[in-house]
T-cell receptor, first 111, second 116 residues
């Protein structure tokens, strides 16, 4: 069974800092990996999707990398802003029907 | 706007009530999903429908009953729930083919359910 782990569980940084969120997974036989953002009490917003054949994806200040062989992905956020405060979820798509989610990293960016 | 809508956004129900959650997707997808998000736990897949047929039931208790009348609408019928069923219920949709659901999933805003 695919296990997805996100480290750290919580992170607090001052505005302007660059930061890295980590995601690891136990089964490297994946189709893709998605990073989501979730605001308190709200649904999920897809940030980036990396196909298994890709090494990274970029969108604005966000950059996600994937090392499938080692079972790792990172989400890099440049020049963090208070509006980036949210929970960031990593999810892996394997051969089954479900996305396997980590528990998330709760990010707080202070002004 | 995510293209996936859910109603109601909040629901409080007693253990003997019957209620339904509704999800609608406007993205032209052919697969729809119900997920449950409980406090301190990862999102858990409950049901998957592909081309309107249920293709996954992730050991969900029978007090949860899904219905997918067409590729754009998905319901979750609830009856005789327990307090531990209180959670955020999220609907998602995606493209899918015969063997894989590896396409990007788009989520709705969720229904916050409280069972008293």
């Amino acid at each position: 069974k695919q296990e997805v782990t996100q480290i750290p569980a919580a992170l607090s940084v001052p505005e302007g800092e660059n930061l890295v969120l980590n995601c690891s997974f136990t089964d490297s036989a994946i189709y893709n990996l998605q990073w989501f953002r979730q605001d308190p009490g709200k649904g999920l917003t897809s940030l980036l999707l990396i196909q298994s054949s890709q090494r990274e994806q970029t969108s604005g200040r966000l950059n996600a990398s994937l090392d499938k062989s080692s079972g790792r992905s990172t989400l890099y956020i440049a020049a963090s802003q208070p509006g980036d405060s949210a929970t960031y979820l990593c999810a892996v798509a394997g051969s089954g029907y479900a996305l396997n989610f980590g528990k998330g990293t709760s990010l707080l960016v202070t002004p | 706007e995510t293209g996936v809508t859910q109603t109601p956004r909040h629901l409080v129900m007693g253990m003997t009530n019957k209620k339904s959650l509704k999800c609608e997707q406007h993205l032209g997808h052919n697969a729809m999903y119900w997920y449950k998000q409980s406090a301190k736990k990862p999102l858990e897949l409950m049901f998957v429908y592909n081309f309107k047929e249920q293709t996954e039931n992730n050991s969900v208790p029978s007090r949860f009953s899904p219905e997918c009348p067409n590729s754009s609408h998905l319901f979750l019928h609830l009856h005789t729930l327990q307090p531990e069923d209180s959670a955020l219920y999220l609907c998602a949709s995606s493209q899918a083919d015969d063997r894989t659901y590896s396409y990007e999933q788009y989520f709705g805003p969720g229904t916050r359910l409280t069972v008293t």
